[in-house]
C-alpha cells in the first residue's frame, strides 16, 4: 500500500493521508459486519435511507464503523483523536471518506428521486 503524505509549509511531511486510507480501506470489512445484537440481525441492514440526512448520518456512522474496525481497541483510538482533532489535514482527509461513503449512499437510492 502507498502512504499519501501531506506537506506543511515548513517542508514537514506528515501522514494525514493514512487516516483517509485506513478508513476507505476498512469499508469493505464493516459491509462484513458481525451481526449487532447476536440474533442474526445486522447493524447495517441497507444502504437505503428515507431522506438525504439520513443518508449522511448513515455515510458518518460508516466512517465510524470504518475506524473501530481497523482500530478496535477504544483507548488507543481516545489516545490517537487529540492528535488528528486539531490536525486541518486530518480532519479534510475524514471529510473525504464520509463524502466518498455519502457518494455511495446517494447512488443506492437513487440520489432520493
Known sequence: MRML?????????????LLAAALSLAAPAVAS??????AGQSWLPSLVTDTPEEG???????????VA???PDADVRKTLRP??????DSLISA???IATHFR???EAN????
Open 56 to 66: 449522511f448520518a448513515l455515510a458518518v456512522k460508516l466512517s465510524q464503523k470504518g
Open 5 to 17: 503524505r501531506m506537506r506543511h509549509r515548513n517542508g514537514k511531511a506528515m501522514a494525514t493521508g
Open 83 to 88: 492528535k488528528y482533532a486539531r490536525d486541518a
Open 69 to 71: 474496525k481497523t482500530q
Open 95 to 97: 471529510s473525504q471518506v
Open 33 to 38: 459486519a458481525e451481526p449487532a445484537d447476536g
Open 104 to 106: 455511495t449512499i446517494a
Open 110 to 113: 437513487d440520489y432520493w428521486r
